[in-house]
């Protein structure tokens, strides 16, 4: 029964270059949602996602990042043109049911984007 | 905008101590106060949640309770042991599914 997913778990990237993060959720589970973690600090939401649905972006930056949770494959979280301020821990949640009942949000192991 | 702030930011305790973790929310349609652990470079873990329905949850040595009327929630950890030393976050489950978190408390046992 594996749990929520994320590759790569570590990245490095030169400024300018594109970051591309992946998360599988739990089996079962539809409703997707990412995070960022900067150092010694807690967890930020950037977005919430159901297939093929973006619910709530509220927590993303309006510019260079994008993401996506296809009907097939992994949820991925883009960030273009990547900055030195884009270090951080990125975690990815999946939950069974979403919305307003919220449900339990089981969190990947993140990957953690260094930007040179 | 929706916020949840946490206190203390650093807490020392002696194996055996008691340890108590506060939070406060502003959204009053948050319904879902869920705390998880994180140990340095691990991904965080759910250790006990609470929904609005209830005012306190117990789950051994971890019990949280809750106070819709004030917005306020908090974290006991009874019989400290130093593998409880980790990083602890408490959320509220925002009007949208998302979860808002407090920037943590560090929490160290001392043996």
Redesign the interface.
């Known amino acids: 029964n594996a749990g929520v997913m994320q590759n790569p778990r570590h990245l490095v990237r030169r400024r300018g270059q594109e970051a591309r993060l992946r998360c599988s959720p739990m089996k079962g589970h539809s409703h997707v949602y990412w995070y960022r973690q900067l150092p010694e600090e807690g967890l930020k939401f950037m977005v919430y996602l159901q297939k093929e649905n973006i619910i709530d972006e509220s927590g993303m930056p309006k510019e260079r990042f994008s993401a996506e949770f296809p009907k097939e494959g992994p949820s991925i979280l883009r960030i273009q043109q990547v900055v030195r301020g884009d270090s951080a821990a990125y975690f990815c949640a999946s939950s069974l049911i979403g919305g307003i009942s919220t449900d339990t949000q089981y969190f990947g192991p993140g990957t953690r984007l260094t930007v040179l | 905008g929706e916020n949840v702030e ?1 206190h203390p930011s650093t807490l020392s305790v002696q194996e055996g101590d008691s340890a108590v973790i506060k939070c406060t929310y502003s959204d009053s ?1 948050s ?2 106060f ?1 705390w ?1 652990k994180q140990e340095l470079g ?5 250790i006990i ?1 609470i929904r609005s329905n209830v005012g306190e949850k117990k789950d051994q040595r971890i019990a949280v309770t809750l106070n819709k009327t004030a917005k306020h929630f908090s974290l006991h950890i009874t019989e400290t042991q130093p593998e409880d030393s980790a990083v602890y ?1 408490c959320a509220a ?12 408390t560090k929490l160290s046992v001392k043996p």
């Not at chain 2, 691990?42 to 759910?46: D, E, I």
């Open positions: 946490q349609a319904n879902y869920p998880y691990k991904r965080p873990q759910l949640d976050f489950g925002g009007s949208q599914g998302n979860l808002i978190f407090g920037k943590g």
